[in-house]
């Protein structure tokens, strides 16, 4: 239902627009507060790179996956990057939170811990980004903090705001939360550094994105294989917008016996999954799911995951602006 509410397909927000003009004007009162200095904002000394977006949900439209790719191609040219995150869906007794291989997706949220085991970069989560960008500082030298997230955290002071759309779903109707998906409306846009477009139809000015998927990788034994070699297939997908998963392996050929979406950010257990497959049936998750279930993973569940791809040229612009950001003096206002 909210869906189609939010897609423009269902009268319903009408009902809501009330709310919505409500969280409208706390938000825009919030980011006033900060751009006329009533409130202060922190800087951390090394440049900050925001990669974020405008809607709630955002889980499933690539913010993710272009975070990895930022992170890969400024390692790629010799530079120093950590990860702060807030760690949504994770509850961890100690704030800030240093990642490491013990580290788990109940403590630090899915996606803080995906990213970490596909970069190797220092992450590190707390509700206040200021905390978690201090301890990377204070246990690594770095040339660059990436956020996951956190466009809306006006009390991290920002050096490059990147903000990540899906390509196919856009805004839908446009209008702010309840009635709509938007934290922040479309003219936001007009004052961030890049916007990067999954799939789609990049509008001018847009950085267009697409997802490659890779081999398919069993949880178990780690074992490679083209997605093209398994059969009997099952899939399932707990992220923000799970078709887009299913329409990934259905552009690949594959064919799944059952398709089962779950809520973005859910914790799994064997007792739930095992059910899903019998006999010589292979069950196929996306990499986000997979980080939550390696530790119960049976020898028949698979992974697929993605790769950003974005046009060399424009990537190649991106990345010269973003390696040009200055440092600052450090600051200990928290």
Known sequence: MIERIWSGKSW?????????????????????????GLRSAWRAPV??????????????????PAVIWLVEQLQLRGYRVGIVSRGYGGKSDVYPLLLSHEITTSQAGDEPVLIFQRTGAPVAVSPKRSEAVNALLKCHELDFIITDDGLQHYALQRDFELVVIDGVRRFGNGWWLPAGPMRERAGRLR??????????????GEIPMQLVARDAINLVTGERLPVQQLHHVIAMAGIGHPPRFFATLSSLGIEPKNEY???????????????????????????????????????????????AQLPP?????????????????????L
Request: charge should be neutral.
């Open 191 to 204: 004052s961030v550094d890049a916007v990067i477009t999954n799939g789609g139809i990049a509008a001018a």
């Open 313 to 333: 040229d424009q990537a190649e612009q991106l990345l010269l602006k973003i390696q040009a950001l200055p440092r600052h003096s450090i600051s200990s206002n």
């Open 261 to 307: 979406a779950f809520a973005d950010h859910q914790d799994y257990s064997l007792a739930q999954l095992s059910p899903l497959t019998s006999g010589p049936q292979i069950l196929l998750m996306t990499e986000k799911d997979a980080v939550k279930c390696r530790a119960f993973a049976q020898p028949n569940w698979w992974y697929l995951p993605v790769d």
């Open 47 to 64: 440049p900050v790179i925001i990669v974020g977006n405008l809607t709630a949900g955002g889980g499933g439209n690539g913010k993710t």
């Open 12 to 36: 319903l927000y009408l009902l809501l627009l009330p709310l919505s003009w409500l969280y409208g004007a706390i938000t825009w009162l919030i980011r006033t507060s900060y751009t006329l």
